[in-house]
């Protein structure tokens, strides 16, 4: 059995805290990824395989209890789950794609997932992001990708209010110390 | 020290909190609520700056961003904020504000003698002066600058934050006063998000000011609820101490929010930009007064009507206690009985209009003011402060009378402040009945309400901003909410507007207080040809300074229309930019200060390599373990130890910052034939090769290994430094060009961790772990294979960029730190040494391997590198059209080649020039460069490589290479592989 390390095992404490706290935030550490890239008669054959119809509407999900699919192109997907269940996903895609032409590509480890919660975790975000994440413009069904700050990330609201935040492992440190320093005029709560 | 000048009621300051403040060393009171200004003034101070250029004393002129004088510096040390104006700083406890531009004092300032010497310092003074001799302006610019000018910046690192904040409005308002209050709540009302901003502290704008009521109640108390109505709507956000600074395409706001003051400590943050998005905007930015060129118009007691008014009846303060009010229009009349009212004794008001039968003349005159009608001011008296006025008959100047006053309020009118209009893109015309440019075009996105639109009553100002705020809504998809009904009856003005000038004795009259401009430099700019408005701006700097012309613009076109005989419009208006106000440093690089500057990407091993002491380098905005140094050992040392380690022992590298792209789908294949120029189709299914890839040039782009994974899936590795570009350059080919392709590319950079453990014992170090069979018959050079290490999936390749046996070994990215702790554990007992990318560099240099990057720069082709064997004369590829271009081959290229230092021990500079002889006249043809070179502990010299124009032809030559600051050292042409030239130790 080997050891996991996760992007931020470093620098994550949980607790940590540096002021009456409008916001908490979270290191999810793995959360299943797969991208998938598929086109023509491969949607439907994806979607059988899914569960659930590909969204096809730029910039927005789809999904059940066990995966949500986040449109990130016309011909591209990002499959989130849960940590552990991304081979099963794997296998039933590419089994329902063998015709098609396709590419299912594990990239959990690719990305780091920061949850970002609470009152104030949309005056954070728009420090550094110029998109609007306002709930009439971007709703629960809904999924961007630009920058926070200097990172790439792809956001995704969370039920309850909040975002995952997923960003490339090797910028997950300074996504994290920036939201940190960000979020210090509301307070920000470092959860385990 | 008692505020002799605070009026015994009114205001809406509060006196039941008292302020401590320093001005120039001396302790004063006021109260909160205050501005620096409004509080100096309660303490009688006029005096707060010399002038720009002539050093005349000056006083507070203004009430907000208009100010043209009133330039403080406040804080101390490292807080220093220079050139703040006195009227938009917040007074707080224990406040220090200084003077600026004087020495040694304020009241005795010797640069005072400029203005004794002021008949030689015309405008164009230092293009006629300083012009010789040659090479003498370095000098002439710093004493200039010493004697002219504003603050001086602070020398210590700014301790306070600054934020930004992006936004996003349906309907922006900038101005608070009645048309903007009115705007925002009806834009809120019909359910759009809102946003509006104000620079003041309190909402209301004029509205704090004015005796009228709205809908039959003081107008102050219609604020509070209009701001309370606003303040429980959702989607409205309202900003105090905030300033709309520039407007940009697409609605796109620039705005600065000041923090509120604190006594003590620092505040949270001291400013913050916010980038507002907005869908349209309602501009209700209001007006500011304008002067009236008169001698001796800058007398420290002459301020701005409209100032005064709002001194007296906002702050408590008598800005003097004997007033002469100067005026051109009805509306100065306001201010007359405004003063009168607050208790402030007006001397007479001086009018340089004949006819004054408006309602308001009527009033003041009911009221028993002196009203001196077809007069202007001529002249003055006092030096520090202003202690009587001339005044004449317009048709008889020379009939002086001396009306003693300490407080000049001067009126000339009012002027839309159409800023953020012109920064839209709008084209102001001129209204005559105004004397004032107002609104022509609308603008992108923009409309305009109030006095910002020359639409001065009151009742004007509510239905425009009830109106355009509706409207604005309406077109952002709101409909209407309920209506806003004002009334708000007033006095109606007699429209007729005076004169901007009064007759003239030869006094000093003054276009642009700031800067120190008059009538006469620009009537002198005219006389030697400036004709165009643009030029006579530049020529005598008139509008140039921080305050952009906002007192002085329509002054300084008025002279210039009289002096070339044109009318205002035709004269021209020079053009508003942003900002409409300076704007600090601090605010527009908000966090984007130390760590946080760039981002610094770290690999799943970083953690390690920190706690082994590494040094890092950046490698774009990787940061990279460049060495591990022992204790006291040097960078130099380590490294030669590293590679020591690694050819003849086992040494183990973090890799992971290697580009990978996965390609897949049933045209995978000829998409790499074509990004490569070298063949790929004969590769086989488990095995890797060495790819070249060129621009559409023809010239080397990239390189790296690319594996076939299974017949239509391939695993490509790029440069760290291309990742990101080689990526989208294949994926904008395959989305514009080659649609007939079926292939997908997914980024897995990120998924890999990659240690490359490289030495003849790399086998004895792999093989505990793994269930892979190492032996080099079954798992030979450049082929990989998949299987577990340490019990973790992962991808060998066997490659090599040293030359020695070497296995790349790929883990999903969560293993990377395992998989490195496990293979430093195996490799223990056979001495294995992590290395850097310096020992990196060095082994592949040993063995001639390029670094793309180092030996080319966008200009050489593979023929150039030696490696013309690659391309392929079978198939097409990216760049290959461009080989055939005459030049790109032939004689005079430049080639790759080894140098061999004479001197062994010597080791060249990366990027020495190459000469053919030892020395040569000038200009001194060089023939090339180095591109590499590096102290090889294997090879015991230095090595380097080069690229030499027809190199190859020169392999044995001797070539030269003066040393900056040091000897020409000798060096002999080689071929660029220094070890291993057969290939003999790759497989261990």
Same mark, same amino acid.
């Given at each position: 059995?080997?050891?996991?390390c996760a992007p931020l095992?470093?620098?994550?404490?949980?607790?940590?805290?540096?002021?009456?706290?409008g916001i908490?935030?979270t290191?999810?550490?793995?959360?299943?990824?797969?991208?998938?890239r598929v086109?023509?008669s491969?949607?439907?054959?994806?979607?059988?395989?899914l569960?659930?119809a590909?969204?096809?509407?730029?910039?927005?999900?789809?999904?059940?209890?066990?995966?949500?699919?986040?449109?990130l192109g016309?011909?591209?997907?990002?499959?989130?789950?849960?940590?552990?269940?991304?081979?099963?996903?794997i296998?039933?895609?590419?089994a329902?794609?063998?015709?098609?032409?396709?590419?299912?590509?594990?990239?959990?480890? *690719?990305?780091?997932?920061l949850?970002? @919660?609470?009152?104030c975790?949309? +005056?954070?975000?728009?420090k =550094?992001?110029? /998109?609007d994440l306002?709930?009439?413009?971007?709703?629960?069904?809904?999924? *961007?990708?630009?920058?926070?700050a200097? @990172?790439?990330v792809?956001?995704? +609201?969370?039920e309850g209010? =909040?975002?995952d /935040?997923?960003?490339a492992?090797?910028?997950?440190?300074?996504?994290?110390d920036?939201?940190?320093?960000?979020?210090?005029?509301?307070?920000?709560?470092?959860?385990? | 020290?008692?505020?002799?000048?605070?009026?015994?009621?009114?205001?809406?300051?509060?006196?039941e909190?008292p302020?401590?403040?320093l001005?120039?060393?001396?302790a004063?009171?006021?109260?909160?609520?205050?501005t620096?200004a409004?509080?100096?003034?309660?303490?009688g101070?006029?005096?707060?700056?010399?002038s720009?250029?002539?050093?005349?004393?000056?006083?507070?002129?203004?009430?907000g961003?208009?100010?043209?004088?009133?330039l403080?510096?406040?804080?101390?040390g490292?807080?220093i904020?220079?050139?703040a104006?006195?009227?938009?700083?917040e007074?707080a406890?224990?406040?220090?504000a200084?003077?600026?531009?004087r020495?040694?004092?304020?009241?005795?300032?010797?640069?005072?003698?400029?203005?004794?010497?002021?008949?030689?310092?015309?405008?164009?003074f230092?293009?006629?002066?300083f012009?010789?001799p040659?090479?003498?302006?370095?000098?002439?610019?710093?004493?200039?600058?010493?004697?002219?000018g504003?603050g001086?910046?602070?020398?210590l690192?700014d301790?306070?934050?600054y934020?930004h904040?992006?936004?996003?409005?349906?309907v922006?308002?900038?101005?608070?006063?009645?048309?903007?209050?009115a705007a925002?709540l009806?834009?809120?009302r019909?359910?759009?998000?809102v946003?509006?901003?104000d620079?003041?502290?309190?909402?209301?704008?004029?509205?704090?000011?004015t005796?009228?009521?709205?809908?039959?109640?003081?107008?102050?108390e219609?604020?509070?609820?209009a701001?309370?109505?606003?303040?429980?709507?959702p989607?409205?956000?309202?900003?105090?101490r905030?300033?709309?600074?520039?407007?940009?395409d697409?609605?796109?706001?620039a705005?600065?929010?000041?923090?509120?003051?604190?006594?003590?400590?620092?505040?949270r943050?001291?400013?913050?930009l916010?980038?507002?998005?907005?869908?349209?905007?309602?501009?209700?930015?209001?007006a500011?007064?304008?002067?009236?060129?008169?001698?001796?118009?800058?007398?420290?007691g002459?301020?701005l009507?409209?100032a005064a008014?709002?001194?007296?009846?906002?702050?408590?303060v008598?800005?003097g206690?004997?007033?002469?009010?100067?005026?051109?229009?009805?509306?100065?009349?306001?201010?007359?009985?405004?003063?009168?009212?607050a208790?402030?004794?007006?001397?007479?008001?001086?009018?340089?209009?004949?006819?004054?039968s408006?309602?308001?003349?009527?009033?003041?005159?009911?009221?028993?003011l002196?009203?001196?009608?077809?007069?202007?001011?001529?002249?003055?008296?006092?030096?520090?402060?202003i202690?009587?006025?001339?005044?004449?008959?317009?048709?008889?100047?020379s009939?002086r009378q001396?009306?003693?006053c300490?407080?000049?309020?001067v009126?000339?009118?009012?002027n839309?402040?159409l800023?953020?209009?012109?920064?839209?893109?709008?084209?102001?015309a001129?209204?005559?009945?105004?004397?004032?440019?107002?609104?022509?075009?609308?603008?992108?996105?923009?409309t305009i309400?109030?006095a910002a639109?020359?639409?001065?009553?009151?009742?004007d100002?509510?239905?425009?901003g009830?109106?355009?705020?509706?409207?604005a809504?309406?077109?952002?998809g709101?409909?209407?909410?309920?209506?806003?009904?004002?009334?708000?009856?007033e006095?109606?003005p007699?429209?007729?507007i005076?004169?901007?000038a009064?007759?003239?004795?030869?006094?000093?009259?003054?276009v642009?207080?700031?800067?120190?401009?008059?009538?006469?430099?620009?009537?002198?700019?005219?006389?030697?040809?400036y004709?165009s408005?643009e030029?006579?701006?530049r020529?005598?700097?008139?509008?140039?300074?921080?305050?952009?012309?906002?007192t002085?613009?329509?002054?300084?076109?008025?002279?210039?229309?009289?002096?070339?005989?044109?009318?205002?419009?035709?004269?021209?208006t020079t053009?508003?930019?942003?900002?409409?106000?300076?704007v600090s440093?601090?605010?527009l690089?908000?966090r984007?200060?130390?760590d946080?500057v760039v981002?610094?990407r770290k690999?799943?091993?970083?953690?390690?390599?920190?706690?082994?002491?590494?040094?890092?380098?950046?490698v774009?905005?990787?940061?990279?373990?460049?060495?591990y140094p022992?204790p006291?050992?040097?960078l130099?040392?380590a490294a030669?130890?590293?590679?020591?380690?690694?050819?003849e022992?086992?040494?183990?590298?973090?890799?992971?910052?290697?580009?990978?792209?996965?390609?897949?789908?049933?045209?995978?294949e000829?998409?790499?034939?074509r990004?490569?120029?070298?063949?790929f189709?004969?590769?086989?299914?488990?095995?890797?090769?060495?790819?070249?890839m060129?621009?559409?040039?023809g010239?080397v782009?990239?390189?790296?290994?690319?594996?076939?994974?299974?017949?239509?899936?391939f695993?490509?590795?790029?440069?760290?430094?291309?990742?990101?570009?080689v990526?989208v350059?294949?994926?904008?080919?395959l989305?514009t060009?080659w649609?007939d392709?079926?292939?997908?590319?997914?980024?897995?950079?990120?998924?890999w961790?990659?240690a490359?453990?490289s030495?003849?014992?790399?086998?004895?170090?792999?093989?505990?772990?793994?269930?892979?069979?190492?032996?080099?018959?079954?798992?030979?050079f450049?082929?990989?294979?998949?299987g577990?290490?340490?019990?973790?999936?992962?991808r060998?390749?066997?490659?090599?960029?040293?030359?020695?046996?070497?296995?790349?070994i790929?883990?999903?990215?969560?293993?990377?730190?395992a998989?490195?702790?496990a293979?430093?554990?195996?490799?223990?007992?056979?001495?294995?040494?992590p290395?850097?990318?310096?020992?990196l560099?060095?082994?592949?240099?040993?063995?001639?391997?390029?670094?793309?990057?180092?030996?080319?720069?966008g200009?050489i082709?593979?023929?150039?590198l030696?490696?013309?064997?690659?391309?392929?004369k079978?198939?097409?590829?990216?760049?290959r059209?461009s080989?055939?271009r005459?030049?790109?081959?032939?004689?005079?290229?430049?080639h790759?080649?080894g140098?061999?230092?004479?001197?062994?021990?010597?080791?060249?500079?990366?990027?020495?020039?190459?000469l053919?002889?030892?020395?040569?006249?000038?200009?001194?043809?060089?023939?090339?460069?180095?591109t590499?070179?590096?102290?090889?502990?294997?090879?015991?010299?230095?090595?380097?490589?080069?690229?030499?124009?027809?190199?190859?032809?020169?392999?044995?030559d001797?070539?030269?290479?003066?040393?900056?600051?040091?000897?020409?050292?000798?060096?002999?042409?080689?071929?660029p592989?220094f070890?291993?030239?057969?290939?003999?130790?790759?497989?261990?």
């Amino acid at each position: 059995m080997t050891v996991e390390c996760a992007p931020l095992d470093n620098v994550v404490r949980p607790g940590e805290t540096n002021g009456p706290s409008g916001i908490a935030l979270t290191d999810r550490r793995f959360v299943g990824q797969v991208n998938l890239r598929v086109r023509g008669s491969g949607l439907t054959a994806a979607g059988h395989a899914l569960g659930y119809a590909l969204p096809m509407a730029a910039n927005t999900t789809a999904g059940d209890a066990t995966s949500r699919a986040c449109w990130l192109g016309p011909d591209e997907w990002l499959i989130v789950c849960d940590d552990g269940k991304q081979a099963e996903l794997i296998q039933q895609l590419s089994a329902a794609l063998a015709i098609d032409p396709n590419a299912v590509t594990d990239v959990t480890d *690719a990305r780091a997932v920061l949850r970002i @919660a609470g009152a104030c975790a949309r +005056p954070v975000l728009a420090k =550094g992001c110029t /998109l609007d994440l306002h709930p009439r413009v971007f709703g629960a069904d809904r999924v *961007a990708q630009s920058l926070i700050a200097r @990172a790439q990330v792809m956001i995704l +609201p969370i039920e309850g209010g =909040g975002y995952d /935040l997923f960003v490339a492992r090797s910028f997950a440190g300074y996504l994290w110390d920036w939201l940190l320093d960000a979020g210090a005029e509301y307070g920000i709560r470092v959860e385990g | 020290m008692s505020q002799d000048f605070r009026l015994a009621q009114g205001g809406r300051i509060d006196r039941e909190k008292p302020l401590r403040f320093l001005f120039d060393g001396h302790a004063y009171e006021g109260f909160a609520g205050d501005t620096l200004a409004s509080a100096m003034l309660a303490n009688g101070i006029h005096l707060v700056s010399r002038s720009f250029k002539y050093h005349r004393p000056r006083g507070i002129y203004g009430l907000g961003v208009e100010e043209p004088n009133a330039l403080v510096e406040t804080g101390i040390g490292a807080g220093i904020e220079p050139n703040a104006r006195a009227t938009t700083v917040e007074l707080a406890d224990g406040l220090i504000a200084n003077s600026q531009n004087r020495w040694p004092s304020l009241r005795f300032d010797l640069g005072a003698v400029a203005d004794l010497a002021s008949p030689l310092l015309s405008a164009g003074f230092y293009y006629k002066t300083f012009m010789s001799p040659a090479g003498g302006w370095k000098i002439y610019e710093w004493l200039i600058r010493r004697a002219a000018g504003v603050g001086h910046a602070p020398e210590l690192p700014d301790p306070d934050r600054y934020e930004h904040s992006y936004a996003h409005a349906d309907v922006l308002v900038v101005g608070a006063g009645p048309a903007g209050l009115a705007a925002a709540l009806a834009a809120g009302r019909a359910g759009a998000r809102v946003m509006l901003v104000d620079d003041q502290v309190e909402p209301g704008g004029q509205l704090l000011n004015t005796p009228y009521a709205i809908n039959g109640r003081p107008a102050p108390e219609w604020v509070a609820e209009a701001t309370a109505e606003l303040d429980r709507l959702p989607d409205v956000r309202r900003l105090a101490r905030t300033l709309a600074l520039g407007v940009y395409d697409h609605g796109y706001v620039a705005c600065v929010e000041r923090a509120i003051p604190v006594s003590q400590g620092r505040v949270r943050w001291r400013e913050r930009l916010w980038r507002v998005r907005a869908k349209e905007i309602v501009v209700a930015t209001g007006a500011i007064e304008r002067a009236i060129i008169f001698d001796g118009n800058d007398r420290p007691g002459t301020m701005l009507a409209s100032a005064a008014r709002a001194y007296a009846v906002r702050y408590g303060v008598a800005a003097g206690q004997r007033a002469v009010v100067f005026a051109n229009n009805d509306d100065a009349y306001r201010t007359a009985l405004d003063l009168a009212n607050a208790g402030v004794e007006v001397a007479a008001v001086v009018d340089l209009r004949h006819d004054l039968s408006g309602a308001l003349p009527g009033m003041a005159r009911e009221r028993g003011l002196r009203v001196l009608a077809g007069h202007g001011i001529v002249g003055g008296r006092g030096r520090t402060r202003i202690k009587a006025v001339e005044a004449a008959p317009v048709d008889d100047p020379s009939n002086r009378q001396v009306i003693e006053c300490d407080l000049l309020a001067v009126s000339g009118g009012w002027n839309p402040a159409l800023h953020l209009y012109a920064h839209a893109g709008g084209k102001a015309a001129y209204d005559s009945g105004l004397a004032a440019f107002v609104p022509g075009a609308p603008a992108e996105r923009m409309t305009i309400a109030g006095a910002a639109a020359g639409r001065f009553q009151l009742a004007d100002c509510l239905a425009d901003g009830a109106r355009l705020g509706a409207e604005a809504a309406r077109r952002a998809g709101f409909s209407a909410g309920p209506a806003l009904v004002l009334d708000a009856p007033e006095p109606e003005p007699d429209s007729r507007i005076g004169p901007v000038a009064s007759p003239s004795r030869g006094g000093k009259r003054f276009v642009d207080l700031h800067n120190d401009v008059t009538e006469a430099d620009l009537r002198l700019a005219v006389t030697e040809g400036y004709r165009s408005v643009e030029h006579a701006k530049r020529y005598t700097t008139w509008g140039m300074g921080p305050d952009q012309g906002k007192t002085g613009n329509i002054l300084g076109l008025n002279v210039l229309s009289d002096a070339l005989g044109q009318p205002v419009p035709q004269v021209g208006t020079t053009t508003f930019r942003p900002p409409y106000h300076p704007v600090s440093f601090g605010a527009l690089a908000g966090r984007e200060t130390g760590d946080l500057v760039v981002p610094t990407r770290k690999t799943p091993m970083d953690s390690w390599h920190a706690e082994a002491g590494a040094l890092f380098e950046p490698v774009g905005q990787w940061r990279r373990a460049k060495a591990y140094p022992k204790p006291g050992e040097s960078l130099h040392a380590a490294a030669d130890r590293e590679v020591r380690a690694a050819r003849e022992g086992v040494g183990l590298f973090d890799a992971s910052t290697l580009g990978k792209i996965d390609m897949s789908g049933p045209g995978a294949e000829t998409l790499i034939e074509r990004v490569y120029c070298n063949n790929f189709a004969s590769l086989k299914p488990g095995h890797a090769r060495y790819g070249l890839m060129l621009g559409e040039d023809g010239m080397v782009k990239d390189d790296g290994v690319t594996a076939r994974l299974g017949p239509d899936h391939f695993h490509m590795t790029t440069t760290t430094g291309g990742a990101a570009g080689v990526y989208v350059w294949i994926e904008d080919w395959l989305q514009t060009e080659w649609l007939d392709l079926e292939v997908f590319l997914t980024s897995v950079t990120e998924q890999w961790a990659v240690a490359t453990l490289s030495g003849p014992k790399a086998r004895q170090v792999l093989g505990p772990l793994t269930d892979v069979d190492l032996s080099a018959a079954a798992f030979p050079f450049m082929s990989f294979r998949e299987g577990r290490v340490a019990g973790m999936p992962a991808r060998i390749f066997r490659v090599s960029f040293s030359g020695d046996l070497s296995y790349e070994i790929n883990v999903p990215a969560r293993h990377g730190l395992a998989l490195w702790q496990a293979l430093m554990e195996s490799g223990r007992p056979h001495g294995i040494t992590p290395y850097g990318t310096e020992a990196l560099h060095i082994l592949r240099a040993e063995k001639g391997y390029i670094v793309v990057g180092h030996e080319t720069d966008g200009t050489i082709t593979p023929a150039d590198l030696g490696m013309e064997a690659m391309v392929s004369k079978k198939k097409d590829f990216l760049g290959r059209r461009s080989l055939v271009r005459s030049g790109m081959s032939g004689p005079g290229r430049k080639h790759l080649v080894g140098l061999m230092t004479k001197d062994p021990a010597r080791v060249l500079p990366m990027g020495a020039q190459i000469l053919e002889r030892p020395s040569e006249a000038r200009p001194v043809p060089m023939i090339g460069h180095v591109t590499s070179s590096y102290h090889s502990p294997t090879m015991k010299r230095g090595i380097a490589m080069a690229l030499v124009k027809n190199g190859r032809a020169r392999m044995g030559d001797t070539v030269y290479l003066p040393l900056l600051d040091g000897p020409t050292v000798a060096a002999e042409v080689v071929k660029p592989v220094f070890y291993d030239p057969e290939g003999a130790r790759r497989d261990g």
